[in-house]
RNA sequence: CGGGGCGUGGCGCAGUUGGCUAGCGCGCAUGGUUUGGGACCAUGAGGCCCUGGGUUCAAGUCCCAGCGCCCCGACCA
């Protein structure tokens, strides 16, 4: 991609008062745009980011042996009504229809998946069964804050599983888990896994996925060592404490939620008298879980996670691009020849890159490939030509390396 | 929903003892000079000063109401 043909475009200065990194850079950098309070528009840097999140989200839940499908959000309110959530979840979005119907805005799918699945599943024999959607989720928040954390319109993964057994749910929950820890390893997060309360969903087993970062919500009292984590509120472990799962130290720190899992026991299948016929010829009411993971949220996580006072450090696992090819060639065709070159090369390796081949200042480009901060920068210069080279830096590094050009490929391909 | 701050070209902001053609930086357009850390010169386009009501000879500026955005709190399936 060229970055003249970028639409979304970096801006020197942002609004003073929106203070959290994510708001900021995401903002500056040209990866999103506010449209109101808590609802933005991802713009083609940010799209690129939010799918990669979303491809390894994708492919966590398909290894697991999950399906995916895509269910509505505008959904009935006859539904939501039969779970008693219509009058009870304050967050949910109604809205009526010129007929007087009455609908709601998905925050949740429980309402919709359990009647769906009960639709096509009768017999003991096809479950258990999981399946998920990635989708975008409306919810009536009483404030909305910190950019792309808490939005009232927001990116969400979640899967629904349904079992004849505990034993059956217990396995595949602890399967999600581990999967959950996974998502968000290859996102570059370090993530405490902290049991809690189940809220409005069910009064049995849930647990939190909190990444750290100081710009957390949440205060936990966490392993340094392993994924073991407490919610400071109800904590029944302290800070020095040894961590009960790996003896390693346990400090206080702060945490944003970005994941969680749930054991809704039947809870929906009793609201819509989901039951399957067992081997033996009776029936049987089914067990659900749901497990979710804020998608578009876990994209502001990571930016409070990966930044310094320039911009952004994007992990090379959801980075938009992995090169920033910047061209300092001014009006030097030979320069602008040469950069054209290796840019054509570079792709057609099957590379991604952002090639910056406007005819800015040498400081304006730097700046802008800081803040947008792909984790390859190369820059092609009469400098470098002169050495029949290119600079190599990553973004998370400070110093740079001259690469000749005849070695430049090879090294990216390495 | 309670408290605080703010609302002025696309973006960031200045502009109160009420006063004359509403400013600055960035961005944008045209031309020229530049080119390794947010370059420079010249010219130019672009404004229901959040909305409604009020006070006044006169309102971006004062008063009332509403809406919006940010921050703290409460809330957060």
Redesign the pocket.
């Known amino acids: 991609m060229r970055y003249s043909r970028m639409f979304g475009?970096?801006?020197?200065?942002?609004?003073?008062?929106?203070?959290?990194a994510n708001?900021q850079f995401l903002t500056?950098g040209g990866f999103v745009d506010?449209e109101?309070?808590?609802?933005y528009t991802w713009l083609p840097l940010g799209l690129s980011v939010l799918r990669k999140v979303e491809q390894i989200v994708r492919e966590e839940m398909n290894a697991l042996g999950a399906l995916e499908v895509f269910m509505p959000s505008l959904q009935p309110k006859e539904y939501w009504e039969k779970t008693n959530r219509w009058m009870g979840?304050?967050?949910l979005f109604k809205l009526k229809s010129q007929t007087e119907k009455d609908y709601a805005l998905g925050?949740?799918h429980e309402e919709v998946v359990t009647p769906l699945v009960q639709k096509f599943i009768q017999s003991y024999k096809e479950v258990p069964l999981a399946v998920y959607q990635i989708n975008t989720?409306f919810?009536d928040?009483?404030?909305?804050?910190?950019?792309v954390l808490?939005g009232r319109e927001?990116r969400?993964k979640?899967m629904y599983s349904f079992h004849t057994s505990q034993e059956d749910l217990n396995e595949f929950y602890y399967r999600a888990l581990q999967a959950y820890v996974k998502v968000f390893s290859r996102c570059g997060i370090n993530v405490k896994v902290v049991q809690a309360s189940?809220?409005?969903?069910?009064s049995n087993v849930s647990h939190e996925f909190q990444s750290i970062t100081p710009a957390g919500?949440?205060t936990l009292i966490a392993c340094e060592s392993c994924t073991f984590g407490q919610n400071a509120e109800i904590a029944t472990v302290k800070e020095g404490d040894v961590c009960p799962e790996c003896r390693g130290k346990l400090v206080k720190t702060k945490g944003i939620e970005v994941g969680?899992i749930?054991d809704l026991g039947t809870k929906y299948t009793d609201a819509f008298e989901f039951n399957v016929n067992t081997a033996e010829g009776s029936s049987k009411r089914l067990l659900m879980g749901?497990y979710?993971i804020?998608t578009s949220r876990l994209v502001g996580a990571i930016v409070e996670t990966f930044h310094d006072d320039?911009?952004i450090i994007w992990p090379e696992s959801v980075a938009p691009f992995r090169v920033h090819l910047v061209a300092?060639?001014?009006?030097?065709e030979k320069i602008i020849q040469e950069a054209e070159r290796l840019y054509a090369e570079i792709q057609k390796a099957g590379i991604e890159v952002l090639f910056d081949d406007r005819?800015?200042?040498?400081?304006?480009k730097?700046?802008?490939?800081?803040?947008i901060g792909l984790p390859l920068?190369i820059?092609?210069?009469?400098?470098?030509l002169e050495k029949q080279s290119?600079?190599w830096?990553r973004r998370s590094e400070t110093e740079?390396q001259l690469v000749p050009l005849n070695e430049l490929m090879a090294k990216l391909t390495a």
């Open positions: 475009k970096t801006t020197k200065s942002a609004q003073a008062d929106a203070e959290s708001a500056q506010q109101m309070a808590g609802v979840v304050d967050i925050c949740t989720k919810r928040e009483l404030r909305a804050k910190s950019g808490r927001f969400m979640d189940g809220g409005i969903f069910t919500e949440d969680n749930f749901c979710g804020g320039k911009g300092l060639a001014g009006k030097d005819d800015e200042s040498a400081g304006k730097f700046a802008d490939a800081d803040l920068r820059v092609i210069s009469g400098r470098t290119v600079e830096k740079s």
